[in-house]
């Protein structure tokens, strides 16, 4: 009957005991599976409970955690399953809020960061295999990871803008550099070069860069085949191209094939038709007609020509000779009309060369007179001074700006585009030259500056001059319009985690005035911090360096070290003996209030007097309590 006693008393407790539980109203899970009868205290030998059985698994060094450590409340349900809902995010979100991407519960090393970053489309080859996180992923606590980007330019910007040998920026190269550079080498140097803006094949099919590129830079290489191969036209004697006058653009008549070799001279017709006309067909060999193999100039009428035909049918003829040159005067065409019209040569007359005295262009005779119009204008170009076309070098071809017209005009200028392109919002005053050169065509500045100076100092709002914004008015603004513009504001205040989302929303920070704009979180944001209630910062005296406690993405989740800027809850004797800010800040809404003696509770205020006897001014009130004890400490 004495055994029965405990028991019954027991069995008697158990609804009251229920009533008070501290894991909830709706935990289901029975108390012998922890405790037993002789105590609370949880034993190992007799703990029947299997938390594999949950959502949560229990593994690594979650198996030496004490429950108490997880379930702070004791309330099991409201302890999350996420990593994050236990573990500080030293990472501020930069990585994501999945901790088991990268950690396991045996411990925070990271042994697959090559493999983290495969799976992010960015493998660690080469020289990037070898590198500190921290060497690319810049923060101040170097566990910060935000996201770079994968493409070569978002690191080595500086690299290509530094470059001089090639000038990459000059030259125009383009920003991808795995186009020239092996993604896994461990320098620069490269032995796979994309060469496709000028084809390295047939005969260009050379290994040497320096047989080309001889001053050792690799910026400002001709690409025209004469620039290369003056030498080989200049000492080429079958045909001698230099007396024979031949064309310096190889290409009209070579391909890239070795040794020159097949050539063609389908534009002979030009000079004199042999593929078309009475002479097709008519001909094996250009020795037929050029007898001097080391003179394509000179060229034989009579040898097939011959007299005394010809003599008779040129009877009428006034200053008949009969010679190769007076054929070709008369028969430019090959043509044996007795007739000459001009417009079948390889002249036409057109525009004022209708009506000018043949001698004024055939001075020396009708043979060899230059088709080309700076042969005859020289002096026309020489003396042109607005513009001075030999000041600015323009091109000796008259024909790419003028016409044949008397007076030269109306001229265009369609090669303005290699002096200046006029693109965007200049194409719409294209024909209008005065807009740009007021009448001076030699001293016109080809920068956005050089034109637009004044809308750079008078620019207010932000206030161009006063900001030192660059005057290279591209980096910001489009040829198109001023607006829309660009602007790294990274150089000024970085645009990161929330404010991502208002990037592209100046007025959002800005309200029209870009001269004044803050840049800090409370020169933005003290209406946030004035208006928060729950916890009021304002009456709580919180600091208004917003960074302390909340980062760039959310305002929550939010960190605020109660040990370190106000007193000890999280350590020291008071940890674990509060469930809720109200257990101390008594008074709703103002966490300045808070009381000590609620807790510390003295029903004999004298002997509490007589253990303060020492203390000068003993007063039994919280803030007293606080000025001698700020951490809580009894002692």
């Excluded at 000018?356 to 001075?363: E, G, K, Q, R, S």
Aim: overall charge negative; proline content about 6%.
């Amino acid at each position: 009957m004495r055994s029965l006693s405990p028991l019954i008393l027991f069995l008697g407790l158990i609804p009251c005991l229920q009533a008070q539980s501290p894991h909830g109203a709706d935990f289901k899970i029975s108390c012998s599976d922890c405790h037993s009868s002789f105590s609370w205290a949880i034993d190992a030998d007799t703990l029947s409970f299997n938390h594999d059985a949950t959502a949560f698994r229990l593994e690594g060094q979650h198996m030496r955690v004490d429950c108490r450590q997880c379930h702070q409340t004791l309330v099991f349900p409201e302890a999350g399953t996420e990593c994050i809902s236990c573990h500080t995010d030293m990472h501020r979100t930069t990585v994501g809020a999945d901790c088991a991407r990268c950690h396991t519960p045996e411990n925070w090393l990271v042994d697959d960061i090559t493999e983290l970053h495969y799976d992010n489309g960015f493998p660690l080859l080469g020289a990037h295999a070898t590198l500190a996180c921290d060497d690319c992923h810049l923060s101040e606590s170097a566990l910060e990871f935000t996201r770079i980007g994968n493409e070569c330019l978002n690191c080595h910007l500086d690299d290509y803008n530094a470059t001089a040998n090639p000038n990459h920026q000059g030259a125009g190269f383009s920003v991808n550099c795995v186009e020239c550079h092996r993604e896994d080498g461990f320098d620069w140097s490269s032995e796979s070069i994309d060469h496709g803006f000028f084809p390295l094949e047939k005969g260009h099919s050379i290994a040497d860069c320096a047989q080309c590129h001889t001053s050792g830079a690799f910026s400002g290489t001709p690409t025209d085949c004469f620039a290369c191969h003056q030498a080989d036209y200049e000492s080429t004697l079958n045909p001698n191209h230099q007396s024979a006058d031949f064309t310096t653009s190889c290409a009209e008549c070579h391909t890239t094939d070795l040794g020159w070799m097949p050539a063609d001279f389908n534009q002979h017709d030009g000079f004199f038709p042999i593929y078309s006309g009475e002479h097709a067909g008519e001909w094996a060999q250009c020795a037929e007609c050029h007898n001097n193999p080391s003179n394509y100039a000179e060229f034989m009428c009579i040898s097939c020509h011959v007299n005394p035909e010809t003599n008779e049918e040129h009877g009428g003829v006034s200053g008949y000779v009969y010679e190769n040159q007076a054929c070709l005067a008369c028969h430019p065409g090959g043509s044996a009309d007795n007739s000459f019209d001009h417009n079948n040569t390889n002249f036409p007359l057109t525009g004022g060369h209708m009506t000018t005295d043949c001698i004024l262009c055939h001075a020396d005779g009708y043979q060899g007179t230059p088709a080309e119009c700076e042969a005859c204008h020289t002096l026309d170009y020489n003396n042109s001074l607005n513009p001075s076309h030999q000041g600015l070098r323009l091109p000796g071809d008259c024909a790419s700006c003028h016409t044949t017209e008397p007076g030269w005009y109306p001229a265009s200028f369609g090669i303005h585009n290699e002096f200046y392109p006029l693109n965007g919002g200049h194409s719409a005053i294209a024909d209008d030259c005065v807009a740009c050169h007021n009448g001076d065509y030699n001293n016109t500045p080809n920068t956005c500056f050089g034109c637009h100076a004044d809308d750079y100092n008078q620019t207010t709002n932000p206030n161009h001059s006063a900001v030192q914004f660059p005057t290279d008015c591209a980096t910001c603004h489009t040829e198109t319009a001023w607006v829309p513009s660009t602007f790294d504001h990274n150089t000024i205040y970085p645009i990161r985690g929330a404010h991502i989302a208002i990037a592209n929303d100046c007025d959002a920070c800005h309200n029209g005035d870009y001269s004044n704009t803050p840049n800090t979180c409370y020169g933005c944001h003290a209406g946030d911090y004035n208006q928060t209630n729950n916890p009021s910062h304002s009456a709580a005296g919180f600091p208004t360096n917003c960074e302390s406690c909340h980062s760039e993405t959310a305002w929550i989740p939010a960190e605020f070290n109660h040990d370190g800027m106000y007193f000890p809850i999280y350590s020291g004797k008071h940890q674990g003996e509060w469930n809720d800010c109200v257990d101390c800040h008594t008074t709703p809404g103002n966490y300045s209030s808070f009381s000590c003696i609620d807790c510390h509770e003295h029903n004999n205020p004298q002997q509490l007097a007589n253990e303060h006897d020492e203390v000068s001014g003993y007063i039994y009130e919280s803030n007293a309590c606080f000025s001698c004890h700020p951490t809580g400490n009894g002692d």
